[in-house]
């Protein structure tokens, strides 16, 4: 059976958009925003639960739902 061969996720970015307020960032393939969390939020769910799978570096976010 071939494996099927889907779209690399483009890695997180980090955004400061002004004092005290950090964001990663997701992009679509055209540049535009795909997906945005706060970063304390993001921490925050990742203090809350551990992950199972391991997720290479950028990809944070995968690897815990």
Sequence with gaps: MPRKRGRKTSKRTVLKPHKGDRRYLRRSKTGQFKKEVRV?????ADRRKK?????V?????????
């Design 40 to 44: 304390g939020r993001s921490l925050a």
């Design 57 to 65: 570096k950028g990809q944070g976010d995968r690897g815990d739902t």
């Design 51 to 55: 992950a199972r799978t391991r997720v």
